[in-house]
């Protein structure tokens, strides 16, 4: 018969630091400059390319938007709202674009989608989504804030195609990422019971 072992103690303290940082992760941070540089960055696409994958499609496809591109990003962005809405003023055109130059980087994340297999689009959708939440916790580990955007835009097929996603790829959504302000308050973690549910058969 097999022996169980316990963890060493530090063993099991590092993992309960782990745990414990997993816990610290949070949204909604106002983030500002510097953002990571690119041997942080290629670390944070590394583990990002670490999520699950069925059959090893690989969907997982990252596009980089900072310094100048921002503002083109910007316009993009606002071209299309117009299209879609008929209209925008100038007060909303600069409004979206000051919420996308003062963002230091974004990373948009994507999938590419093969049709030609068994494995369903919603799960090559869910893995390039995990690699997404993959990236967060990597951002966080390494001292920076990132935050998980999508909205109008990140649906909009003339902004996927200018990213370089061609209906069936597509974007699942945008990280904003910096760093932290020197002070951030912890947001209130929703109730376990409202979430969890155990199933008994019947």
Not at 22 to 28: A, F
Not at 169 to 174: F, K, Q, S
Request: net charge neutral; proline share 8%; with cysteine.
């Amino acid at each position: 018969m097999d022996t169980i072992t316990k963890p060493e103690p530090q063993t099991r303290k590092r993992n309960q630091e782990a745990l414990d940082f997993l816990l610290s992760r949070q949204s909604g941070i106002i983030m500002q400059e510097p953002a990571p540089n690119d041997d942080e960055l290629n670390v944070i696409f590394d583990i990002g390319l670490r999520a699950p994958d069925h059959a090893m499609l690989r969907p997982w496809r990252f596009v980089i938007i900072r310094g100048d591109a921002r503002s083109a990003y910007a316009d993009l962005l606002v071209e299309a709202q117009r299209q879609r809405e008929g209209q925008m003023t100038g007060e909303m055109a600069e409004r979206l674009r000051g919420k996308i130059v003062k963002v230091p980087l974004i990373i948009a994340v994507g999938a590419k989608i093969k049709t030609d297999c068994p494995i369903p689009e919603i799960e090559q959708l869910l893995s390039a989504g995990a690699a997404a939440m993959n990236m967060l916790n990597a951002i966080h580990a390494s001292g920076y804030a990132a935050k998980w955007v999508t909205g109008g835009g990140a649906y909009d097929r003339t902004v996927n195609e200018a990213l370089g996603f061609t209906f069936p790829d597509r974007l699942v959504g945008l990280l904003f990422v910096g760093s932290p302000p020197p002070v951030v308050r912890p947001t209130p973690r929703p109730a376990r019971a409202d979430h969890v549910r155990e199933w008994h058969g019947k």
